[in-house]
């Protein structure tokens, strides 16, 4: 929608024009000194901005200058959040003119600093805090969002942030991100998102005793006390949204799997760090396998962590395989997993309900010589569990930074002769190998795909790559889908339909310099192109609330954010 139009919608909804003051002052609606003549003189705009009229291109000079002025990543993202609040377009327009240059500034890494300075940086208020003070009122504190068709919330609790743990209100940062890229990337519009923190206190004693601390500073609630609140929020969401889909955000372990499971048959709901983590893994996957001419059915995956992200990939990645006519205890047998306790097997005790049918008899293996065996003593080491397992990917999903050392790199080369090594968590700083170390110790054989993003390099006269398996290039173009069809669920087969169309976008050229994604330069019509492939199967499995039109493609288009003025 044009400023214009959106004009016109307020004037409609009000007894008349906007002020001066709403439409400088209104991030949604300010066009700084690109408002014409004719708009200064009916609006009253006349010397309250300069007489030049400046075009968007003119404006986004002035913004990049600035941005480099900026001293250090926290200021550039500081920066770019001040830009949010005052002019949102303008925002948008310059993520999309450079996204290498702005995402990890807007997200992760820089997300992740934000997040642990967020008490001290704050500055206007994004979003809804919704506290375990208001139980029985959340219904009613919602209401007063301004906006009455919400169609996207990203919340979390903020219990396990990134890599960074207990942050309290402070994850704020992430719901704020997240969001940011559903618009920039695929064009949800702005105004239908609502980024939420549910504040049921922190265990961040750091947090507790910081004056400039936001949130409450109580221990964390949990148990049945914590999953009635969520119930709370899950209910007062479709009566105040009934339209709006919840994005689940950094939960940690022991409630994500569950949340997800208590709730996706409900509502409309998904779990990124599960679902969109998975989608971009299996996408990885499949462009590994074009690169060294195998098939999903040849790979053997290791998981260094055991946690929901975890489950998640192989969860979508058997499902691939059964879809491709295996049979699902064969499918099983293909993934292994290496938790804090070391290699996980049938006899290791209190292991979670969602790792269960992940627990292999490991009697019938070859254990390396010198390395413990049997079920009372389970291999602790990444590189014995490699040399037991003989994977040919290994997938870090651990925030154990360094866990993919040297040894296990050179040992994944040893067995194969293009080793698959995707060290996927972030920020960097937890990153499990780097890019130019995967590169080095493997000889540059190794096929990448990093969490957190990294230069290119050369490596034997030859140009690498490294693609970034990014969650952004997932979950953006599934909520565009899901916007454009008002779909009333979201399930697991539209993320492996969104893997399938983003690994099809990969071209030979890619591929030639190591790139198994597309260019995250090119991420806007990578998105598109992935919301349409998941927006045709949504009206497949008969899940949308609009007729399906005569022209998914168009029908997509036509919904999609222009941040032009």
């Known amino acids: 929608m044009k400023v214009g139009a959106m004009i016109e919608t307020m004037n409609q909804s009000t007894s008349g024009s906007p002020s001066a003051f709403q439409l400088l002052f209104d991030a949604r609606l300010n066009k700084g000194a690109a408002f014409s003549e004719s708009e200064r003189e009916q609006f009253g705009l006349v010397g309250l901005i300069p007489d030049g009229i400046e075009s968007m291109d003119i404006q986004l000079d002035r913004a990049r200058l600035q941005f480099e002025q900026q001293s250090s990543d926290l200021g550039k993202y ?12 303008l925002f948008y327009s310059l993520l999309r003119s450079d996204f290498q240059r702005y995402m990890p500034i807007v997200y992760t890494p820089t997300v992740g600093e934000a997040c642990q300075k967020f008490g001290h940086i704050m500055r206007r208020p994004k979003g809804m805090y919704l506290s375990m003070n208001r139980r029985g009122k959340l219904a009613q504190v919602l ?33 704020i991100g997240k969001l940011a890229l559903y618009t920039a990337c695929a064009g949800v519009p702005p105004q239908v998102a609502l980024p939420v923190v549910l504040d049921m206190g922190t265990n961040n004693e750091g947090f ?29 969401v479709q009566e105040v949204f009934p339209r709006c889909c919840i994005q689940f955000e950094d939960f940690t372990n022991k409630n994500a799997i569950p949340l997800l499971e208590r709730y996706r048959d409900k509502v409309c709901c998904f779990n990124d760090d599960i679902q969109g983590t998975a989608s971009v893994a299996v996408a990885g996957l499949f462009g590994a396998c074009r ?53 996980v097997h049938a006899g290791m005790p209190k292991l979670p309900d969602y ?32 040399e037991v397992v003989r994977p040919t990917a290994i997938i870090g999903v651990s925030t154990v930074a360094h866990a993919f050392n040297e040894t296990v790199v050179r040992a994944m080369a040893r067995m194969n002769a293009r080793p698959i090594i995707f060290p996927l968590s972030n920020p960097t700083s937890k990153s499990e190998c780097t890019a130019e170390e995967a590169i080095r ?3 540059g054989r190794a096929i990448i795909a990093t969490g957190s993003p990294f230069p290119p390099m050369h490596f034997g006269g030859k140009l690498f790559v490294p693609g970034q398996g990014n969650n952004v290039y997932i979950y953006p173009a599934v909520g565009m889908a899901v916007f454009a069809t008002e779909a009333n669920r979201v399930t697991d087969e539209m993320f492996l339909r969104a893997a399938e169309s983003l690994a099809s976008q990969t071209t030979d050229q890619d591929l030639s310099v190591g790139l198994i994604y597309p260019p995250i330069s090119s991420i806007y019509e990578t998105s598109i192109e992935v919301a349409i492939a998941v927006a045709a199967l949504i009206f497949d499995q008969g899940l949308a609330r609009v007729p399906r039109p005569a022209d998914i493609a168009e029908f997509v288009r036509e919904r999609v954010y222009d941040p032009a003025f």
């Open 78 to 89: 500081q920066f770019l959040s001040a830009l949010q609040d005052r002019q949102e377009r």
């Open 291 to 343: 690169m060294n001419a195998t098939k999903m059915s040849d790979q053997r995956i290791l998981f260094m962590g055991a946690g929901s992200a975890a489950v998640g990939i192989a969860d979508l990645f058997v499902k691939q395989l059964c879809g491709d006519g295996m049979s699902e205890a064969q499918a099983i047998e293909r993934c292994w997993f290496v938790n804090s306790r070391g290699m």
């Open 441 to 443: 110790w493997s000889e």
């Open 208 to 236: 507790r005793n910081d004056p400039l601390y936001p949130g409450l500073r109580v221990p964390r609630i949990g148990g049945e006390e914590y999953l009635s609140f969520i119930d709370e929020f899950v209910a007062a």
């Open 143 to 175: 209401r007063n969002w301004p906006v009455k068709d919400v169609r996207f919330i990203v919340v979390t609790d903020g219990e396990r942030i990134l890599g960074l743990g207990d942050q309290g209100v402070c994850g704020m940062g992430i719901p």
């Open 355 to 386: 790792l269960q049918r992940y627990a292999h008899d490991v009697s019938g293996l070859k254990f390396p010589a010198g390395a413990p065996s049997g079920l009372d003593s389970p291999l602790t080491r990444l590189s014995d569990v490699v």
